[in-house]
């Protein structure tokens, strides 16, 4: 190693697997596209329709949120949604149950081997302006962190958000596990990022002392801050820090869907929101219910959604759906369906 080098995670095969060397060949991916032209779906391995995507796409996302399984080996099943009027309360244990998608793996190096080789995919399909989100749990955070400043470049680093959340506590004799962990990187820190700053409400400590207008700093004639003045505009509030409290979806929520680790529409609306246009490209290559999608849709961005879980593709369509937005298939084979895949891919 160079004198000074930055610290870099090391296992047997790290090359090859993120040059997507020696993995065994995935099936193309089905391809769907919305009837409406806002988007398309790939059904099938993320890293073979990544792949399939950087023939034509490279550099046209703006925005990349990746929310894969976090390592628990485990299996993780969908339980079914009562339809339309039906109760949404009730036994959970007497719904039927689908396995979604399963997180075993073999040891935490073949997990890094997977995400290390999405992330170079994604990174080749971003725009110059635009950026990941990678969500990951602090059991794996610091992993991931040093694997993506290797992979997109320390400088690159944008953001740790600490997403925030209240949940039913558990009898463990620990501090209660209440965030998850989103690590920013953009495509070019040396290009103008694609960024429309949100606010956050003022503290109460800071209206009770200037109220609910827009301050404006006075300065001394050598530059020193002298004092604010208050003027009669009315504050949008502070720009947005990186810890976000938005609370989990309720079990009885209509935006519930029943897949597993769903994530709320309140935090993806904060990521699309802040760093993205209208119409440009939201990838989430590991799309689950299809949150990213459903959110992108509705605030006017084209989505483009990966995964090989059928259950995940079902309710991701069934979602997007009630948006309005039909999926058709493209090619061979028209409306049909390849029996389900559900386990992982390298
Ligand atoms: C944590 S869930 C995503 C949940 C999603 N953000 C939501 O709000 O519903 C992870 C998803 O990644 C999918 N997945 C895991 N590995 C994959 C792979 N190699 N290719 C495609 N999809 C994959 C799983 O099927 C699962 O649906």
Same mark, same amino acid.
């Given at each position: ?16 697997? #993120? ?6 060949? !995935? ?40 929310? &894969?399984? %976090?390592?628990?080996?485990? $299996? ?17 244990? !007497? ?11 073999? *040891?935490?190096?073949?997990? #890094?081997?997977?995400?290390? =080789? +999405? ?37 690159? %680093?944008?953001?740790? /958000?600490?997403?925030?959340?209240? =949940? ?17 990187? =953009? ?36 530059? =020193? ?9 009315? $504050?949008?509030?502070? &720009?947005? *820090? ?21 994530? &709320? ?10 760093? $993205?246009?209208?119409?440009? /490209? ?20 084209? %989505?483009?959604? /990966? ?15 009630? *948006?309005? /937005? +039909? ?15 559900? +386990?992982?891919?390298?």
């Amino acid at each position: 190693m160079k004198p000074n080098a930055p610290p870099r995670l090391s296992w047997s095969g790290k090359e090859q697997a #993120l040059a997507g060397r020696g993995a065994p060949v !995935a099936a193309r991916p089905e391809e769907w596209v919305a009837e409406n032209g806002q988007g398309r779906f790939f059904h099938g391995d993320n890293a073979a329709a990544l792949e399939t995507l950087a023939e034509a796409n490279a550099g046209t996302v703006t925005l990349a949120y990746m929310d &894969p399984p %976090f390592l628990t080996n485990r $299996t993780f099943d969908a339980i079914a949604r009562p339809d339309g009027d039906a109760p949404r309360s009730g036994p959970l244990k !007497a719904r039927p149950r689908k396995l979604a998608f399963d997180d075993r793996w073999d *040891g935490r190096a073949d997990y #890094l081997a997977s995400i290390g =080789r +999405r992330l170079v995919l994604v990174r080749e399909l971003l725009a110059p302006h635009g950026c990941v989100v990678v969500h990951v749990d602090p059991k794996t955070s610091h992993y991931v962190k040093v694997l993506a400043d290797e992979i997109f470049g320390d400088d690159a %680093f944008a953001s740790e /958000i600490v997403w925030r959340y209240r =949940r039913w506590p558990s009898k463990t004799p620990n501090f209660q596990r209440v965030h998850d962990v989103l690590l920013r990187y =953009r495509k070019d820190p040396k290009a103008k990022p694609r960024w429309n700053t949100p606010y956050e409400p003022l503290a109460p400590s800071t209206i009770a002392t200037w109220g609910t207008t827009k301050q404006r700093a006075v300065f001394e004639k050598d530059g =020193r801050r002298a004092r604010s003045s208050s003027t009669d505009e009315p $504050t949008k509030g502070v &720009p947005m *820090g990186d810890v976000w409290d938005i609370g989990v979806i309720a079990p009885i929520s209509r935006e519930r869907t029943g897949y597993p680790s769903q994530k &709320p529409e309140a935090l993806l609306e904060r990521l699309v929101t802040a760093l $993205t246009d209208p119409g440009e /490209i939201v990838l989430d290559p590991y799309a689950g219910s299809g949150t990213t999608l459903a959110v992108a849709a509705r605030l006017g961005r084209t %989505f483009v959604g /990966i995964d090989q879980s059928d259950v995940a593709f079902d309710v991701a369509a069934k979602r997007l759906a009630a *948006g309005g /937005i +039909r999926l058709a298939k493209v090619g061979p084979g028209v409306g049909t369906r390849e029996p389900g895949r559900t +386990r992982r891919t390298a």
